[in-house]
């Protein structure tokens, strides 16, 4: 194993370094993998170069790992990377757009206090401000909380 094998390793800790700034944030696993690589980089300069060989490694991972983390967190390079796309939807339809206060319908299920009714044909999730409203049961919108329409019984 010679200059090659510590090349290759000094490539691979780099590759993951940037890795881990770009794609990896915060999961340390890019690098504990950069650590690994260029350890074993720098154990076989100084086994196969002596102690000259494995100071100009560490000087040339120092200075690699620099050039590559100001590269890596470049803003140009985010912009390049990020994806610009909008997304433009909704889950689902606020039942305010479909309902007025004053509508009436049918509970579908029992109301207490959460349930279902149906106005004009569609399903809703309601909400009684009454205590309990039976299943088949008369009720009227009175407003509307989140994606919910609450509602009381007709009397």
């Known amino acids: 194993m010679g200059t090659g094998a510590i090349i290759l390793l000094v490539l691979l800790?780099?590759?993951?370094?940037?890795?881990?700034l770009v794609f990896l944030q915060g999961v340390t696993i890019g690098v504990l993998l950069s650590l690994a690589s260029y350890g074993s980089a720098i154990y076989l300069a100084f086994?196969?170069?002596?102690?000259?060989g494995g100071v100009i490694v560490i000087v040339i991972i120092l200075l690699l790992s620099l050039i590559a983390t100001i590269f890596s967190l470049r803003a140009k390079t985010w912009r390049r990377l990020a994806l610009n796309d909008k997304l433009e939807?909704?889950?689902?339809?606020?039942?305010?757009h479909e309902l007025v206060v004053g509508d009436k319908g049918v509970s579908l299920s029992r109301l207490c206090p959460m349930g279902k009714v149906n106005f004009n044909g569609k399903v809703y999730e309601a909400k009684s401000l009454d205590a309990y409203i039976d299943q088949r049961s008369e009720v009227v919108v009175v407003g509307f909380e989140n994606f919910t329409v609450l509602v009381k019984i007709v009397k």
């Open 13 to 20: 800790g780099v590759f993951f370094l940037v890795v881990e």
């Open 89 to 96: 939807g909704v889950s689902m339809q606020s039942p305010e």
């Open 47 to 52: 086994r196969s170069n002596g102690v000259m």
